[in-house]
């Protein structure tokens, strides 16, 4: 089971961090990615990090600004989002899977959460 939270209203130019609690015990066998859902467009990768060796991956529009991270004693992933522009307003939802690779391709991924509400006003 995976919770969402940290998301909100911020102006164009701010910061959110999002986290993602995972309750699996297991947590560190899992990649685990950010994916995000604008109204009446699909769900879109953000972010990814590796299960083992830390490496991240970075969808471009967001390459630069943001920073996947996981804390694998606290079973919780991060998203620092900075320089937020008008454009990233989405539901924001973590997922995770086990296998590596294809990190951007959501059908992939076997657990989702319910999904924070990301808004940046201009």
């Known amino acids: 089971q995976l919770q969402a939270s940290g998301g909100g209203l911020v102006q164009a130019g701010g910061s959110l961090r999002l986290s993602c609690a995972a309750s699996?015990?297991?947590?560190?066998?899992?990649?685990m990615g950010w994916f995000r859902q604008a109204p009446g467009k699909e769900r879109e990768f953000v972010a990814a990090?590796?299960?083992?060796?830390?490496?991240?991956y970075y969808a471009d529009s967001v390459k630069g600004r943001f920073t996947i991270s996981r804390d694998n004693a606290k079973n919780t992933v991060y998203l620092q989002m900075n320089s937020l522009k008008p454009e990233d307003t989405a539901v924001y939802y973590c997922?995770?899977?086990?296998?590596?690779?294809?990190?951007?391709?959501?059908?992939?991924?076997?657990?989702w959460g319910q999904g924070t509400q990301v808004t940046v006003s201009s």
């Open positions: 699996a015990r297991t947590f560190n066998n899992y990649v």
């Open positions: 997922a995770a899977k086990y296998y590596s690779g294809n990190y951007w391709y959501a059908p992939e991924y076997n657990y």
């Open positions: 990090i590796s299960r083992s060796d830390g490496s991240t």
